[in-house]
């Protein structure tokens, strides 16, 4: 069978508003939007969920978190890509059709394969969740759930299966500033930052590009997840949030606007100083 995948880019989902449904359109078994290269993510998520409103809520906020998502609509496709490369860590509805949640858990556990698996089931029974944990799978879940401990016991899978999953940093530093990417900390010479969400992302963002120069369109694909320029000013504002955050109170700049280019995180030198391209 031809699978045709793409990835959802980290940060190309917003939360419903309060009391609106998330009502689309049948979803094809495979779903996945393709990141530029130069748009990374934390770690890749496959969903296997066959109901579109709960994936896209779910999928939605994996990717505000920094993941990448890889969506299955049905347990054969889900199978499939479990039994693939590169898969960090898997959520899995326990009723799904074709190939039952259950099934899957053993199939992938049978073909030796430890990625850590998150069973979601409406089913929250003392027996319905021993049965789940007995075939393999890591944790339970049961509907409904906060997502904020859907992300929570993601992070955790993530931590205890590390040696297992592909290997990725868990902390950028630059110039005294330094994250945390599991605990989602930031702080600057010892001094803890309190950052939003979006804050976050950008910074990451930033991180792993720094002392070079980002555009704006670089910014606005990898952060917010658009390919073309909505003609606001919602880059600008973040930046000076980040900039007052990250640099109030210290006696050198990190954050710079680049005039023409873009932005730049480091601290500048002005005796080497090569390219604009560079800070």
Not at 114 to 127: E, R, V
Not at 148 to 175: F, H, I, K, M, Y
Request: contains cysteine.
């Amino acid at each position: 069978m031809t699978i045709g995948a793409c990835m959802i880019r980290p940060s190309a989902f917003v939360e419903p508003e309060r009391g609106k449904s998330m009502i689309g359109t049948a979803a094809p078994a495979f779903s996945l939007a393709r990141p530029a290269a130069h748009c990374e993510a934390r770690a890749k998520i496959l969903l296997v969920e066959d109901d579109d409103s709960t994936a896209d809520y779910i999928g939605r906020a994996l990717g505000e978190a920094g993941f990448a998502v890889l969506r299955a609509a049905d347990g054969r496709a889900g199978l499939e890509l479990a039994l693939g490369p590169d898969v960090d860590a898997i959520i899995l509805d326990r009723v799904v059709d074709h190939v039952g949640g259950i099934a899957l858990v053993k199939a992938v556990r049978a073909a030796r394969i430890p990625t850590p698996i998150l069973l979601l089931s409406a089913i929250s029974s003392t027996d319905e969740r021993v049965s789940g944990l007995n075939a393999g799978s890591d944790d339970y879940l049961a509907k409904p759930f906060a997502i904020s401990e859907l992300l929570a016991r993601v992070e955790a899978l993530l931590r205890r299966g590390g040696s297992n999953s592909r290997s990725e940093e868990t902390r950028l530093g630059a110039d005294g500033l330094t994250i945390d990417l599991l605990t989602r900390t930031v702080e600057r010479d010892g001094l803890e930052i309190d950052l939003s969400r979006r804050e976050f992302a950008l910074l990451e963002y930033l991180m792993r590009h720094a002392h070079e120069t980002v555009t704006r369109a670089m910014l606005l694909e990898c952060v917010w997840g658009l390919r073309f320029d909505p003609q606001t000013n919602v880059i600008e504002v973040h930046i000076s949030r980040l900039r007052q955050k990250i640099d109030r109170g210290f006696d050198r700049s990190l954050l710079h606007t680049i005039k023409g280019e873009g932005y730049c995180l480091g601290a500048i030198d002005s005796a080497d100083r090569s390219s604009s391209r560079r800070c």
